[in-house]
């Protein structure tokens, strides 16, 4: 039996002028009004674009260990009045391609291993990543003196955003590499990095697919529902405030008058593919709330006709962007984009009572 209330959500098939969504040609305007609820007041809004981005190749080397890959390191350079740039590897399987791609932010915190790399380029994928730190570091600046913050004078956006920016401009550069399957890209990350991943494809109507495993409070949890022991509005920007907007902290206490909850981020790639993975005991990053915000943005996906691009998928264990999680993404992938069948069941409900 469950202990907490599920609070209902705001409303997602009505329009700011109270008229109710009637066809899916109507869906474009209505997640622009979703994101333009969300986005601002949660994350302070994205960092401008560049005028151009471009990518600078600095080496090319093979890796007979993963795959007979090559190793390609990219400099992904932003220009404004001046130029901002970070990083970008890829590793690429051999042959012509075109290839898709699955596209990590979480270089920082390196556990991608080699057997997941040789997985992900075993199935015929680039696997392409950059570090997200290099564009806002994930330490406190109060004074935005450091990373992209200088570039964008008098903007809001907190770390998650920046983070997100960081996924755009590397699809910048990746769709147009002739060995790349523009139409095929892929973006994950974990926890936070998933909360920037997950707002990244929100925001971004060039991902094909987005994933964000493990990513809870201000990704794909619910504020509105929090299940046992989860991190709350209260815990996160007391303790991130810089990942956020300056005026999210308001609402403490108050979520329930929020004009947004986090399935207007999973609603936002709609129609595009969204598959969310959760561990059963990560109980700070809400699987439960996961689960209430999967079911919600699902109800947009049926009344597109796309059920089926929407997944989430748990497992037991806890806090971890684990191989078995990234198998997971792999399959969804290969299901979407290679239609071979899926090995999983993408929307079990693991709370449903027997
Ligand atoms: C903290 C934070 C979470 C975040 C996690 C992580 O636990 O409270 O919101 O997801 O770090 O990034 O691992």
Known sequence: MSTYTVRALPDLFTFRDGARIQRSGDWPRRRQELLDAIV????????????????????TSAVRRLESAHYITCRVVAEFDRPFSFLLYLLVPPGPGPFPVVLNG????????????????????????FNRVEIAADVRDADRSSGLYPFAAGTTFGALAA?????????????????????QIAVVGHSRGGKASLLAGATDERIALTSANDSGCGGAGCYRFQGPNSETLADIVGRFPYWFGPSFGDYIGRETELPFDQHFLKAAVAPRLLLTTEALGDLWANPTGAWQTHEAAREVYRFLG?????????????????????????????????????????????????
Not at 108 to 128: F, H, K, P, Q
């Open 40 to 59: 601002p007041l949660e994350y302070g809004g994205l960092p401008p674009k560049p005028h151009t981005t471009r990518g600078e190749e600095l080496h």
């Open 106 to 129: 979480d270089a920082c915190w390196s556990y991608v291993t080699d057997e997941i790399t040789a997985e992900v380029l075993r199935r015929g994928n680039i696997l392409a990543q």
């Open 163 to 183: 983070w997100a920016w960081g996924y755009h401009r590397c699809i910048d550069v990746l769709t147009n590499l002739e060995f790349v399957n523009a139409a």
């Open 306 to 354: 796309v059920e089926a691009r929407i997944g989430i998928w748990y497992r037991e264990g806890g806090h971890a962007h684990s191989q078995a999680d990234w198998e997971t993404l792999l399959d969804f992938m290969d299901w979407q984009f290679r239609g071979t069948q899926p090995i999983f069941q993408y929307d079990q409900n693991p709370f449903a009572e027997a």
